[in-house]
């Protein structure tokens, strides 16, 4: 079982950037696909990004290709969504997610993933 919990959300202009971490606690980090999440108000939990447990392949959602990237550190048991020209419609609270089950990276639904965080909210003002 993992323990993750997210930081790094805040309020910023479009065009700005933002980092966001996941710190994870428990056992065998090192082995669960990650994955970072977003859901804005009245709309469906949506996968952003992805990263394998090695850290050597990554997807993206068609929004965000070219202006976010993941990466992990797992030695410091961290992944960390850096977000780059950022735009309004970027605004949603984040979540990070974790699942030891998933044998491929790709962008998948919320309910593939077994483990959550409780989220970080991110508002890009225009």
């Known amino acids: 079982q993992v323990q993750l919990v997210e930081s790094g959300g805040g309020l910023v202009q479009a065009g700005g950037s933002l980092r966001l971490s996941c710190a994870a606690s428990?056992?065998?980090?090192?082995?669960?696909?990650m994955g970072w999440f977003r859901q804005a108000p009245g709309k469906e939990r949506e996968n952003v990004a992805a990263?394998?447990?090695?850290?050597?392949?990554?997807a993206y959602a068609d929004s965000v290709k070219g202006r976010f990237t993941v990466s992990r550190d797992n030695a410091k048991n961290t992944v960390i969504l850096q977000m780059n020209s950022l735009k309004p419609e970027d605004t949603a609270v984040y979540y990070c997610?974790?699942?030891?089950?998933?044998?491929?990276?790709?962008?998948?639904?919320?309910?593939?993933?077994?483990?959550w965080g409780r989220g970080t909210q991110v508002t890009v003002s225009s």
């Open positions: 997610a974790a699942d030891r089950s998933l044998t491929t990276v790709t962008i998948r639904r919320w309910n593939e993933y077994d483990y």
């Open positions: 990263i394998s447990w090695s850290g050597s392949n990554t």
């Open positions: 428990g056992r065998a980090f090192s082995r669960y696909v």
